[in-house]
Structures are given as C-alpha cells and as structure tokens.
C-alpha cells in the first residue's frame, strides 16, 4: 500500500521578521532615551560617564518597554471579548512621552531627532498592528469573528454598493455542505448569486405579506379578532411558503397563448370547395355580409377564439353534428361550449395504438383512456374540454391543442374496436 504524502510543514511568515526590528528598534530607542538623560539630566562633576549611563539605562528601557507591555496585556482582554480601553489609553499615553522625550531631547539635531523618533513610533505601531493580526486569526479561529469575504473588486463595491455588501456579509456567514456536514465560506460568485435572490425575496415577499393581511381581515367578520389574526401569524413566512407552493409549470401552460404565435391561414381551393382529402370548414355567421367563402378559418382553430372547425371524419355526418344537444353532465359546460363533434362514447379500447401521436403524447395516452372511462362511467359527455379537466385533475398537465390530439387518437382506436363511428350518451 502506498504511503500517504507527508504534510508540508507550516511555511516560513513574514511576521518572523517582526521580531527583529522589535529588537533593534528597541535598542536604538533606549539608547536615545540613555543620551538624553545622560546630556540634560543635573550630573554631579564627579560622576563617570559609565556611571551616568548605568545608572539612567534601567529607567529608558522601562519607558521603552512600558508601552508594549501594556498593548500585550490589553491584546490579552480583548481576547477574551473585553474591549480593555484603560489598558490601550494608558500604553498610548507613555508612547507619546517616550516619542517625545527622543523628538525634544536630541533637538535641534534634527537627524537625531527623527532618527530615534522614528524608531520607537515605529516600534510601538507595529506591535500594535501584529498584536491585532494575531488576536483576529485567534477569534477567528475559536468562532467569535466571521470568515473573510471575497474581493468583490473597487469598481463593482462602487456600481453597487448594496448588492456587494450584502453579497459580502452571505460570503462571511457561509452555509453547512450538504456532502460534507461541515460550515464553508460561500465564493465569490455563490455570495452574489445568493444577495441577489435575497434582495428579490425582500422587494416581492412584502407586498405578498400585505395582500395576505388584506385576506385574512376580510374572513374575520370581528375587526379584534382580524387583528389578532394579523399580529399571531407570521405573514412573512406565510408569504414565503405561499412562494414556495407556486407551480410555474401551470402557470406557463396558461400563459403560453399570450405568446404563442397564431397559425398561419390554411390555403384551400379558391372556389370554396374542399380538396380531396382535405375537412370542411365550418365558420359562424356573424352578420349579413359574412359567408364561409369570404372568411376562411385556420385549420387549428380552438373553442377559445369563438371559431369551430369539423374533424375530417365527421363530414359526412354534419348533419347529426349540427343537431347533437350538449350533456348536461358536462365538467366544462360553464366554462366552454362543448363541440358535439369532440364527443363519444366507449368503454373498450385496444392496446397501445398511439405511433401516429407525437412521442412526447405517447405515455400520457394510459391516462387519457382512464379519463375517458372515468367519464363515461359518470355519464358525462366526453370532449375534449372535459378530457382535458379530468386529466388536469388527474395531475397531468396538458396543453387544451394537446389534448386534442389525445382525443384523435382515443378517436381512432374506438373505430378501430367499433367499425362504426361512436356516439354520444343520451
């Protein structure tokens, strides 16, 4: 068995080299602070310089050191969710004294003046800023401080500001991995996939939220009961379990003729007569100057547009098409006129004879048949608006010229067990 590949060792920080200029710095600044009490300090004459010098070096290097000790000590209790303001005011205070005494004291030389100013602001600026980089990665690591979030890029944050902070705060938060159980950061365009959905919600689910309230204090008869209908329920999880209940498969079959472009019109002989073969159109009248020649219909035409077309089947027989009366057991009687040449009846059928139908019609021709029996059992005219409702019922969403061809078919096999065109249930 191969040997799994060892890890690779923690790689070499740049931080490291913190620590150095913390020790350089901080001897450059004690000896500023040992020259200036050794030059401007009342010395006896009789006192040695290296006396001087060992005698003022304890107290520079305290004035030096003081004020990292107390940064370190207020890193500590921020650590541990304080925000230690005496601690940070009180360090502040003895780095500027410090600073100061090496700006005054070595003045009006300027060189040694700023030299050793430099070094120890230097020195106490970069503690501070590798203090709070340490205690961030320490927070961070323990759960009290989120994820970094992506670079979202200056000139989007400034085209939108909105979009990308939000999109930001989704990235910090993260979600748990379905895979792994385990809490991830989201990327950069998951998060702002993710802040677009989320601001689309905000902007759609109020309105939905006020026209649930709108309802639900209408069913209430008592105006206190509506309103403690309204202050109980959550009508923003209403409004987004509504949301999720939509079923857009539906409402693009019913929308689909507002963009479906309509046929284009059949070219027949132009004597009126129909070619061999072909079905007899049959126009309504509607007023003197109307006449089946002047205005010619598209083969497809539908009960929706007001137009009715003969199957080529039933030419022979328009005359029990024109005198045929509408079931009154029909489902769809309110909602359409039923076309007597849609309907039949018949409880028997062959097996699967559906190659003339389109393949996406074949598996729904089962669920067709059993819509047919259902209504037949019911003693309801079977058309194909009624057809089409049973098998919406049914839970089989259909297109009304779809369940057209159904009914062809259903058609087709009835003659084909039959010998004889079917007829309708008195």
């Not at 070499?12 to 200036?36: C, D, N």
């Not at 929706?304 to 199957?311: F, I, L, Q, S, T």
């Not at 089962?366 to 819509?371: D, E, M, S």
Request: hydrophobic share 40%.
């Amino acid at each position: 068995m191969p040997m799994p590949p060892a890890e690779a060792g923690p790689s070499w920080s740049p931080a490291r080299l913190a620590y150095w200029f913390y020790a350089v710095a901080a001897t450059g600044a004690v000896i500023g602070q040992t020259w200036v009490a050794v030059t401007h300090a009342p010395w006896p004459p009789g006192v040695p310089a290296i006396a001087r010098v060992a005698a003022v070096l304890p107290f520079a290097l305290c004035l030096e050191l003081l004020a990292m000790t107390l940064s370190a000590m207020a890193d500590q209790r921020m650590r541990l969710g304080e925000r230690a303001y005496g601690f940070r005011t009180f360090s502040t205070v003895v780095a500027m004294v410090a600073v100061g005494i090496l700006v005054a004291g070595h003045w009006p030389h300027l060189y040694w003046s700023a030299g050793f100013g430099v070094l120890s602001g230097s020195a106490y600026a970069l503690w501070l800023l590798h203090s709070a980089a340490r205690r961030r990665d320490a927070l961070r690591a323990a759960g009290k401080l989120a994820d970094t979030a992506p670079d979202y890029g200056l000139w989007r944050r400034m085209r939108h500001p909105v979009w990308t902070a939000r999109a930001a705060e989704l990235a910090r938060e993260g979600r748990v991995d379905v895979d792994s159980g385990r809490w991830r950061p989201l990327g950069l365009f998951e998060s702002l996939r993710a802040a677009e959905l989320a601001i689309r919600a905000e902007q759609r689910r109020p309105a939905i939220a006020n026209a649930v309230e709108e309802v639900i204090r209408a069913d209430q008869r008592d105006p206190g009961m509506a309103e403690i209908a309204v202050r109980t329920l959550d009508l923003d999880r209403l409004a987004g379990e509504l949301a999720a209940l939509v079923n857009y498969g539906a409402w693009a079959d019913r929308l689909a003729p507002a963009i479906t472009a309509p046929a284009p019109a059949s070219t027949g002989p132009p004597s009126g007569q129909s070619a061999p073969g072909e079905p007899t159109e049959l126009t309504p009248i509607t007023g003197g100057d109307a006449s089946p020649a002047a205005s010619p219909e598209p083969e497809n035409a539908s009960d929706h547009d007001g137009r009715r077309v003969a199957d080529p089947e039933t030419v022979a027989d328009r005359d029990d098409v024109l005198s045929a009366e509408p079931d009154r057991n029909d489902v769809d009687a309110n909602n359409d006129e039923t076309d007597p040449d849609d309907e039949y009846d018949d409880v028997g059928h062959e097996p699967d004879q559906g190659a003339e139908l389109d393949a996406d019609l074949v598996p729904l021709l089962p669920a067709a048949r059993a819509a047919r029996d259902e209504l037949a059992r019911e003693g309801h005219t079977v058309s194909r608006d009624a057809l089409a409702h049973r098998l919406r019922r049914n839970g089989h969403s259909i297109r009304n010229n779809r369940v057209s061809e159904l009914l062809a078919a259903l058609r087709q096999e009835t003659r084909s067990a039959n010998g004889s065109r079917p007829t309708t249930p008195v």
